[in-house]
């Protein structure tokens, strides 16, 4: 180690309006190493790295690559110097073919025939070389996710880049792509790449980096050998206290059936079917985990028990059926029931980001006779009722009159979950609960969920985290392709049988080929897109 | 033979119709597939048109008049694309800003240049685009079924429709064949990738509606120099909002482009041929509906026909790195 950083950045800070990104950042990336980037949501970790992309400009600091002081403007600077990189959304071209999307701003020259020519000579290479296999002549919007991160990989590749940094990688992907990704990490490594790992999953951390940088509200806060540290550490360095990472709770004590489906289909507007005839059971004081990579019919599920979307079959709710289209299927009518939801995507279903905290509390209740005096509104008594939850759910700052968009990912999700928790309902319907959420929140929105279970309530959770699955629920359904594909108890399953459930494949005793995993999501990937 | 002879003619004209659709839909075409939505193509057309012909008028020269008439309209490209992608405005706000602009300052400007009412001198001789007779168009005439289809349909049109027909295949290969197409393309789908390929959004955004400024210039000085001679008031006639619905109808393709274009001609064409009407379906037509069936087909065909056309996914968006 006695040559000089792949990358090194001294100083940089970058603000956007009154938020300072990056305070005074400085960090040294040596060559032939994984360096993994780890922070919460908002800790300035892809805002440092697309200042290192030239995507955006620092305000201060410098950036030398290999030892020389390297004006990065923009991302041509930043190819040219040998960076690339891999963004949280792929900024591919849909309807254009894996080839055009690598070939396109590095074409070889005016037109396009020989370009694409040699594109294809580059990826049979590339492909042997690295274990990247693409289709080059599919389009993008036809393959799944994991190939379409391959062709990211293979842009940068295609680009002549040593150093690549890659964002958020695994938040797509199953355990079994996941799992290929790091071999091709760890095969670019032994190559003598350079390479950037951003994320938010300790384990991930553990697992390949060599060196881990930790960021906090905008700063590093430390940079240590991967071998020298441990989960806990990292995770009390990114959050500033001591953290929780397992959910504390006791055995379940399943009651009486509070939620009956059976034999549950749905078709999308195209006429695709995407429940193909779902049974399943949740009890009082349970946590039913739904686990699944998403795409494949857990949104339908939770919009159908949520009243927004019509099916068809048996729904029963405390042994009375409720209906499942028509004027009686609503969102209304499934809260007279006793079924509170928490919508998967809370910005666009669960809250209206330009209202104001106290109007976002009322939505669903808003006929709540504690919430009107006469024909009018009761605004103050909202606002009171509002404050309240806001102390109890910790969320901050406590101000009900500020807009939901001004809150941070964790506490919208907690005014979510205190207008929905605090109705005391029988049955609650949660999608990714913690998504674009920080450890210190999830470990408190955890606990609430679990709190509802003590109380005897049934919970139906659906998230794409197999880790949050396997730490809260006490049954876990595996969802593929509009089927439930089989029921695991946490303590008899683990992460690899549940990915090859994920994957459609029920035989999970057997060995199987990653390309086997491939090829069934592969289809789920064209079903979803109605090709 | 009648019949043919009627069927001829009424091609030529739709063929003549529908050379000013082509280019501004073809003009469209550019502009949105790089994302860009433009419906200050009338505008553009209209602006070509008068000083094409006013410039023509003025010099004699109808070429001069046309470089007066694509630069008046990528003038007006200039303030769409300044407004549209510099200061990332709302892009049909500027396009109807732009029709309303070369509405009014066509007309005002021939009255303070000419003083005939709003329209320019009738342009004679060199000023105005003459029909071009192919090679042996002459001798062929009277050669029975080929001679009228080459001496009547194909040979004796202006220089600028043949110009139009070739952009056809020009257009496809540049977007199909060419780095610049394939860039182009990208941008209208997804400025992100093309940006962080290394490639500048802006650039290509300006290209685009700098051609898309080109072609509605020669559309407009078509309008004013080959198609009739002269300007008068509004003559661009809603032609630019018609191609924009062929360009929808035909889904951005250039080939598509030309075959949408030639039915809103030919509706154009039976226009001027009410006795065509009255023998194909044997009674007589108002002369007013009879004009108003471009338009009709054109709400009809938007509405029913088109099937899912898919526009370019950023599209009227100004494109904003996130934050």
């Not at chain 1, 806060?221 to 441990?230: F, G, I, Q």
């Not at chain 1, 104001?356 to 919430?371: I, L, M, Q, T």
Request: with cysteine; glycine share 10%; hydrophobic share 45%.
């Amino acid at each position: 180690m006695t040559s000089d950083p792949a990358i090194e950045l001294k100083g940089i800070s970058k603000a956007f309006g009154p938020v300072q990104a990056n305070k005074d950042i400085s960090i040294r990336v040596m060559p032939g190493t994984i360096h993994g980037i780890i922070g919460e949501n908002g800790a300035g970790k892809s805002t440092l790295m697309s200042i290192l992309y030239g995507f955006y400009k620092a305000d201060k600091g410098e950036i030398f690559v290999a030892g020389k002081k390297t004006n990065i403007t923009d991302s041509q600077a930043a190819i040219a110097a040998g960076i690339g990189m891999v963004f949280q959304h792929f900024k591919l071209v849909e309807n254009f073919t894996v080839l055009e999307n690598v070939i396109l701003g590095a074409e070889d020259g005016r037109l396009l025939k020989p370009s694409i020519a040699k594109a294809r000579r580059t990826l049979v290479e590339l492909a042997e070389d690295y274990g990247l296999n693409v289709e080059p002549d599919a389009l993008v919007q036809d393959i799944g996710v994991g190939m379409q991160q391959r062709v990211e990989i293979l842009k940068a590749l295609y680009r002549q880049a040593d150093i690549l940094i890659l964002d958020e990688p695994t938040g797509v992907l199953t355990p079994a792509e996941a799992d290929q990704l790091f071999r091709i990490l760890d095969r670019l490594r032994a190559e003598g790449k350079t390479i950037i790992l951003i994320t938010h999953k300790l384990r991930e951390i553990m697992d390949i980096t060599d060196t881990v940088s930790v960021m906090r509200r905008g700063e590093m806060t430390a940079t240590v050998k991967t071998s020298e540290t441990s989960p806990a550490e990292l995770a009390e360095l990114m959050v500033g206290r001591k953290v929780l990472l397992r959910v504390d709770k006791t055995p379940a004590k399943p009651g009486p059936v509070v939620l009956d489906v059976q034999n549950l289909h749905v078709k999308d507007e195209k006429g695709v079917e995407r429940l193909r005839g779902i049974d399943l059971q949740v009890h009082a004081g349970e946590i039913l985990g739904i686990a699944g990579v998403a795409g494949n019919g857990q949104s339908e599920l939770l919009e159908v028990l949520g009243g927004y979307a019509d099916g068809t079959g048996t729904i029963t709710v405390n042994g009375e059926s409720i209906d499942l289209s028509g004027a009686k299927s609503d969102g209304q009518s499934r809260r007279a029931r006793g079924i509170a939801h928490v919508p998967e995507d809370r910005q666009r279903e669960g809250l209206i980001m330009d209202f104001h905290a106290w109007e976002n509390v009322a939505f669903g209740y808003h006929n709540d006779p504690s919430y009107r005096s006469g024909i009018l509104m009761d605004n103050a008594a909202i606002r009171a009722d509002t404050e309240g939850k806001m102390a109890r759910f910790d969320v901050r700052p406590p101000d009900p009159k500020l807009a939901a968009k001004n809150f941070s990912g964790g506490n919208q999700q907690k005014i979510v979950l205190a207008r929905e928790i605090e109705r005391n309902p029988d049955l609650l319907l949660i999608g990714q609960p913690t998504r674009g959420v920080d450890i210190g929140a999830i470990e408190f929105i955890h606990q609430q969920i679990v709190a509802l279970r003590d109380k005897g309530k049934a919970v139906l959770l659906v998230s794409v985290e197999l880790d949050e699955i396997m730490a809260l629920s006490d049954r876990i359904a595996v969802m593929f392709d509009g089927q439930i594909m089989g029921e695991r108890l946490p303590s008899e399953t683990d992460e690899k049988e549940l990915g090859l459930l994920m994957a459609g494949i029920t035989d999970t005793g057997a060995e199987h080929s990653v390309a086997e995993v491939q090829g069934n999501l592969a289809h789920v990937h064209a079903a979803e897109k109605g090709v | 033979m009648d019949m043919y002879l009627t069927l001829i003619q009424l091609l030529d004209s739709t063929v003549r119709l529908a050379t000013p659709l082509l280019l501004a839909c073809l003009a469209g075409l550019f502009s949105e597939r790089a994302g860009i939505f433009d419906i200050g193509l009338e505008g553009k057309m209209l602006a070509a048109a008068f000083f094409s012909a006013a410039v023509a008028a003025l010099t004699g020269s109808v070429w001069v008049g046309l470089l007066a008439g694509i630069a008046a309209s990528l003038a007006l490209s200039a303030i769409h694309g300044i407004a549209s992608i510099t200061f990332r405005g709302n892009q049909l706000i500027s396009g109807v800003a732009i029709n309303f602009l070369a509405a009014g300052m066509t007309v005002l400007i021939a009255q303070a240049w000419f003083r005939q009412g709003g329209r320019t001198p009738s342009l004679i001789g060199n000023a105005r685009f003459e029909p071009v007779t192919l090679p042996f168009a002459e001798a062929l005439q009277n050669v029975p079924f080929i001679g009228p289809l080459y001496y009547e349909l194909i040979s004796g049109h202006s220089v600028l429709v043949y110009m139009a027909f070739a952009a056809v295949p020009l257009t496809w290969w540049i977007l199909f064949r060419t780095r610049f197409g394939l860039r182009l393309r990208a941008v209208g789908e997804n400025p992100a990738a093309v940006d962080t390929a290394g490639v500048s959004v802006v650039g290509l955004r300006f290209a685009a509606v700098a051609i898309c400024g080109v072609l509605c210039g020669v559309a407009g000085a078509y309008l004013s120099t080959a198609l009739q001679a002269g300007f008068v008031k509004d003559m661009a006639a809603g032609r630019g909002f018609i191609a924009l619905a062929a360009l929808i109808f035909a889904k951005w393709r250039p080939w598509h482009a030309l075959y949408a274009t030639l039915l809103f001609g030919l509706f154009g064409a039976l226009e001027t041929r009410p006795d065509v009407i009255e023998s194909l379906i044997g009674m007589k037509v108002q002369g007013q509906l009879l004009a108003a069936l471009p338009y009709v087909m054109t709400v009809i065909i938007l509405a029913g026909f088109v099937g899912k056309a898919i526009p370019p996914r950023a599209g009227g968006e100004p494109y904003v790195k996130e934050r």
